[in-house]
């Protein structure tokens, strides 16, 4: 026990020192540099570059296929690269150390469940091996009745419906209060009510010196959400720049076909 | 017809799909044929050696065979009787195709499925007991297949009646038919062996025909029974307009979670805030068991154990076969538990991992916690199913060997069911190669590593009284052995997800 919280300060310790250290270095979030990721041989990524610096939500953008999820599970661990010259999540290595997940949350494209738990049982379980220590009963009820689950806390997951699961999946990213969140269309089957708390949330995340990245089809709400987009087309990144000047006053619509039409 | 065709080889396609594109399932397809192929080879000499050319017994023996195959057809039945993957369900059972030529496909898909898995098995079985000769080959053969139609007709009967009348009614119906089917390997259970062969029953029927042993009565009462069958089939088919009402099969696990009803859970069992987190995960293990019924399949595969390990002693009374195997016998079959186990996890419960992927630890924790709930489920089976082999055969000298087999055979199926449910392939369904491989793997490799045990036990000198000494170095062995095992799978299930 003792042990584990000296390890818990020792780590933060280094964090803190190699932040200071690096500076301006670290203040990228994550960072990806020349990423390729292949499928039984085939290339599905080919070269993918993304930065996300400090207080930032950032949209991933691309047509249906360009590798958006592909380089999403890469930056969470789920697949291994061919080849990346930098993987770094909040300044950590992604392929040498998995300490990096204690910080963040990660949202699946298809996010399944336990089918025969309940949403409180799952989750109680998630925040003990998430090590949230502290008032863990109320940090449960509190979760659940903020992703509006508090009616359907007991029953099992298998009853519920498709919006209800997807903000079961959203209450275990934001379980232990990540500092970075990764998140793969998050919005889908959501209600106008979860996606505004969902909304809420990345901006306390980013208010709190975090960061978030986000990939969508829906460009209204990118539009709005996100200060800077990486677009990624057939595998590679094509542009990345803040949503202003992408638009160069244009709507992102317009913009958006006329990057990819180009490449 | 040629939409039957097109339906038909969109099942196939489907079904075989990952024979299409993987090299490392054809590989398991081939190594579970060699599997099959061989036990039976194996088990049919055998007790063909045993059973000292006793007519009686051998005939029972393939009734019991038929038997399997038609209780297979009940219970495909009860799920749901059509097998509709997913894809099916959502584009061709709401489409405009006629009920009858869909579920003349699925009747076909069925026969080839079907004659997959019982062929090598089965049906070499039966052929090496008894005894074919050439002349006899095909009439066997014939047989065999009418017996596999049989089953899926009844499948597909008792599965469209659940749709379309009371549930419940139709769920007795099949019972009192599985009863009827169960009844010779009851007369073989109270050592009646001889009353088979005068049980006017369809398996007893087709068993003599199989063997060459039917009379003209035989021959018409086959005739007889098909039509009858024929004649319910097509009523039930008639009656059906579209079908969607139509509860698929191959959406299901292992055991369907009927009306989906929460179970209470004793308060033992509920997760408490201030507990370790193994404790929490064992518990929330157990907890999935009990509630998508698995715990209702492993009940049922233990009795049926029991069932067919005290008619086998029966059946080998004569020629030695000691009631005490019994036991022995009996624990070594608690091996499956956990292998059954495994398949509703990797039904159910494979697609979740990512939550405890990104968890630093995660996977680790949650490997050991889903052991921990497979080893107490096997040992709470292990034990009953000892007491009742213990009552019934009177006792055995063999007691501390036995106990302490019934021990290590859940540590190390256990173990070993949860480095296969991570390595090999997923189960598609509940009948593909995979789903075979999850219940056979752990099965022998349970029974390799307790073999020392086993080997001390069938030497009947050092059986009834061990040395301490021998006894302290086979506990050591076990333990030492499910320690270094232990470490092993842990590090292949971490590195492998
Ligand atoms: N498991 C897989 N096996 C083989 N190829 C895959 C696999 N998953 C994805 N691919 C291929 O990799 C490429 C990128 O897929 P990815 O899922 O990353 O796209 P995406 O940008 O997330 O698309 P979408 O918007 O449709 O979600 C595609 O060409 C896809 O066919
Ligand atoms: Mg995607």
Redesign the pocket.
Known sequence: MIGEVLRFILFHYCIFIQHRGMGGEFDNMIVVKNMSVS??G?K??KRVDIMVGRGEIHGLL??????????IKCLVGLLKPDYVEELKVFGINVLSSIEYRDFIGYLP?YPSLPDYLTPREFLTYLAKIRHVKTKLKERIDYMLSLFGLDEVGDKIIVELSKGLKQRIALATVFLHEPRIVIL??PFIGLDPEGQMLVKRLLSEIINSGGAALI?S?MLDTVERLCGKITI?HK?RTITSGSVKELKNGKTLEEAFFSIIGHA | MRKIITILAFKLAQYYGPLRYSNYSKLLQVLLYFLMVTTSLFTAALTRLLLVQNENYILAVVVLSISIILLLGIYLGVKGGVMSLQSEIDFILVSNVKPRNYLLADLIFQLILLNSILTPSLLVFILIISRTTITNLINTIAMFELTILAAVMLSHVIGLRKSLENDRKVNYVAAALAIVFLFPVFLMAVDAVEFVDYTPLPQVILAKNMMGRGVVFDNLAVVVFFLCLLVIYYKTVNHLSSLVVVTPLLKTALVEVGGVKIVKIPSLLSIRVDESVLISGIKLHVIRIIRDRSILMVSLVALIFLMANMAFSNLMGDSGFSDLAVVTSTILYTAFIPAVLSINWGLFERDNLWVFQVVRDGIRRYAVSLMGSYFIVALLFSFILYVIAYIISGGTPFLVLDSLLAAAIPVFSSLSSVFFSFKLPRPGNVFSVSTLLHILMPMIVSVIFAFPVLVVRTSATLASEPPIPLVILLMAYLIGTAYVVYRRVIGVVVSSV
């Open positions: 499928y039984n085939v599905a990524v691309g047509l249906n296929g360009a590798g958006k999820t592909t380089t494209e793969d269309e990939s089809h990624i595998g």
